[in-house]
C-alpha cells in the first residue's frame, strides 16, 4: 500500500491510510488532517515517520517534538506543521 501509494520510503511509519483521495502515514494529529481536508493542497499526503512519544496513540512519556511532513508524487517533502 506504501508503495502503490508513493510513501517515500523515509517518511513510512506503522499505519497507513486514505482519506478522501489523501495518504495518512503513521500517527499524524486529527486536527492536521482536518486541516488538510479543509485546505485541500496538492499533495499526496501526510506522514509522521517513527512512532514519536506524544502523537495521537503514543501518549505517556515524556512527549518529543516532531515533524509532520507532507509529500508528493515527485518526492517533494515540506515540513507542514511542528508539534
Known amino acids: 500500500m506504501k508503495l502503490k501509494n508513493n510513501v517515500p520510503e523515509k517518511l513510512r511509519s506503522c499505519h ?3 482519506v478522501q ?3 495518512i ?12 481536508l479543509m485546505e ?3 499533495v499526496t499526503g501526510l506522514a ?8 495521537p496513540g503514543m501518549e ?3 512527549p ?5 511532513f507532507s509529500f508528493d ?3 517533494k517533502i515540506t515540513v507542514y506543521a511542528r508539534r
Not at 502515514?25 to 488538510?36: F, N, Q
Not at 509522521?48 to 502523537?55: I, K, Q, R
Open 73 to 75: 508524487n515527485n518526492g
Open 16 to 18: 497507513t491510510a486514505l
Open 40 to 42: 485541500k493542497p496538492q
Open 60 to 62: 505517556g512519556g515524556k
Open 25 to 36: 502515514e503513521g500517527h499524524v494529529p486529527a486536527d492536521l488532517i482536518h486541516r488538510l
Open 48 to 55: 509522521v515517520p517513527g512512532m514519536p512519544v506524544g502523537s
Open 64 to 68: 518529543e517534538r516532531y515533524d509532520v
Open 21 to 23: 483521495g489523501y495518504v
